[in-house]
């Protein structure tokens, strides 16, 4: 059998990045690569039914005993477009404590005092990326977990739930759920395999949205622009400005949500910004979004109709009101953690996952852990160990009586 970190080592080999200003889905058709060779994968293990849709959806069974619940494992196959996951140079360390080096030639180091999970890690193989790129854990783990489970039930013979496998693509970009099959799929519930540390579930998570900011302006030669130019990037940074200063990621944590800045592009005629939005709390997630439009509204009446116009699109809501009348599903989960030597913790998701979107599509859908850390950026890493200790999580979810 193959093992989830060499299934993890391939699929990080294919750059799966997706793109939030697409309007197609998948938002990047290099992510039915890697869908096309899981329906490769599982085909050649003897999961006859894997198939891909056309939108890069990808599904397959595990047969097994019908007396038990049907149950779903979910991940997502698109990487984060925050960092780059092209040409992803992965390696294995031998962790022994302190600082690893990733990159002698640019002096890139993941360092202990920055990442002081680092120390819970001491005596593991840690898999790392030389600093230029992601890693891609988020959620290649997840997926290679899910498969190396698969395998592990299609050939032996110890009785085991039905399992409905399903691969998204476009998660990272609020998408992922979009045309998900929740009927077809078939599971009576699910669990995305998209978490953190070993150990972590989560069944609540923050309500998101994203919103785009468009500034027009009026350029004119810079000698002769008085009382004349408009410029819209002045105008952008104003409004940043007319946000809650606190209110941003990095003055937040557990419970309390935030507006983030993701991206800014503009010039003298024309700037755009563009923001994520996500409280836990569903009154303060909507004073949020009212916090934008009432600065959108203060610079229009400041500087004339027109100068800005605001587009805010929810992605997902909290699943805990969805997953609570279900809660043997979570703890089903934590049965299946004890036993294979986890210490259970619920948390609460400081972002989302497919799970949340889908638990509201009528399928009931925690989170759990992938043990990889520090996602979405060049300092990702993930242990060998707790990947395969993850995959037999799976198998013991499946297995539980």
């Not at 990080?12 to 690569?33: G, N």
């Not at 003897?46 to 959806?57: K, P, S, W």
């Not at 030639?105 to 193989?125: F, M, S, T």
């Not at 007319?242 to 949500?257: A, F, I, K, N």
Request: charged share 25%.
């Amino acid at each position: 059998m193959t093992s989830a970190t060499d299934r993890f080592l391939k699929y990080i080999t294919f750059d799966t990045k997706s793109d939030e200003a697409s309007e197609t889905c998948p938002s990047t058709a290099k992510q039915k690569l890697l869908g096309q060779a899981l329906v490769d994968e599982m085909l050649a293990m003897g999961i006859t039914d894997a198939h891909m849709d056309e939108h890069g959806y990808v599904y397959g069974t595990v047969p097994g005993d019908p007396r038990l619940p049907t149950i779903g494992l979910i991940a997502h196959m698109d990487t984060s477009p925050d960092a780059s996951g092209s040409n992803v140079q992965a390696r294995v360390v031998e962790y022994n404590g302190g600082d690893v080096c990733l990159n002698e030639e640019l002096d890139i180091w993941l360092r202990e005092k920055d990442y002081p999970a680092l120390k819970n890690h001491v005596g593991k193989h840690l898999i790392v990326t030389d600093g230029t790129t992601l890693l891609g854990a988020d959620d290649k783990a997840g997926v290679a977990e899910i498969m190396a489970a698969a395998e592990f039930l299609m050939t032996t013979r110890m009785s085991h739930a039905t399992l409905k496998i399903g691969f998204t693509p476009d998660e990272e970009i609020g998408r992922g759920a979009d045309l998900f099959n929740v009927q077809g799929f078939g599971a009576d519930y699910a669990y995305t395999v998209d978490g953190g540390p070993i150990g972590e579930m989560e069944y609540e998570n923050f309500n998101g949205a994203g919103a785009m900011v468009e500034f027009f302006g009026r350029n004119i030669h810079p000698g002769s622009a008085k009382d004349k130019m408009i410029n819209s990037q002045l105008i952008a940074m104003e409004f940043n400005g007319l946000l809650p200063v606190h209110q941003r990621p990095d003055c937040t944590d557990g419970y309390e949500g935030f507006i983030h800045l993701i991206g800014m592009e503009g010039e003298v005629e024309k700037t755009t910004l563009r923001y994520i939005v996500r409280d836990h709390n569903l009154e303060k997630f909507t004073q949020k979004k009212t916090a934008m439009e009432t600065a959108a509204a203060f610079i229009n009446a400041k500087y004339g109709p027109g100068t800005v116009k605001l587009t805010l699109r929810d992605s997902y809501y909290n699943m805990r009101t969805q997953i609570e009348p279900h809660i043997y599903v979570v703890e089903r989960a934590m049965k299946a953690m004890e036993a294979v030597g986890m210490t259970p913790k619920t948390v609460p998701i400081r972002g989302g996952t497919d799970g949340a979107r889908l638990s509201y599509m009528g399928l009931p859908c925690p989170n759990l852990c992938t043990g990889g850390e520090n996602y979405h950026g060049r300092f990702e890493y993930i242990p060998v160990e707790d990947m395969e200790l993850c995959s037999k999580l799976l198998v013991q979810i499946l297995t539980t009586l």
